[in-house]
């Protein structure tokens, strides 16, 4: 709208630009965190990064999906349906895989190890547990 400041914030933790060459930035919308309020209204979601201020954001989308808001307002999740732990086949024997969460739904932050993370998303790149956050075939970057 006309009047309104609006205002590109960079992240140190990120570079200027993402996997698809697309601009990383922060919208700050007359003092205000644009890209925060999409993310607490259910208009946005957080893609698996190190951005600094990525604690609030990923409260904010669970608050929002666990309310129904915006896009989550199509899901029920508080009856997930649970994906099965996969089970290492004889080649994959030392790969150890953490347990599964309660909602049956894993996040970067329960492993260890790329490789960990890789695999579970390898046995179903329909990718139900949202491991690869920008389409590329590789699982939960920010722990290579």
């Not at 400041?5 to 200027?16: A, H, I, Q, S, Y």
């Not at 890209?35 to 904010?60: A, C, I, P, T, W």
Request: glycine share 6%.
């Amino acid at each position: 709208m006309w009047g309104e400041k609006v205002t590109l914030k960079f992240d140190d933790n990120e570079p200027r630009r993402g996997y698809y060459d697309r601009l990383l930035a922060y919208v700050i919308l007359d003092g205000e965190d644009f890209n925060h309020e999409l993310v607490k209204n259910g208009y946005g979601r957080v893609y698996d990064s190190q951005f600094m201020k990525q604690d609030s954001y990923y409260e904010s989308e669970e608050t929002a999906q666990n309310n129904n808001r915006g896009v989550w307002e199509c899901t029920d999740i508080s009856t997930p349906t649970p994906t099965p732990t996969p089970e290492p086949e004889d080649d994959d024997e030392d790969i150890d895989l953490p347990p599964l969460p309660e909602d049956g739904d894993y996040n970067c932050g329960d492993f260890d190890t790329h490789e960990q993370a890789q695999y579970v998303y390898e046995q179903d790149t329909s990718d139900p547990h949202r491991l690869d956050g920008d389409n590329d075939g590789t699982a939960c970057e920010s722990l290579n």
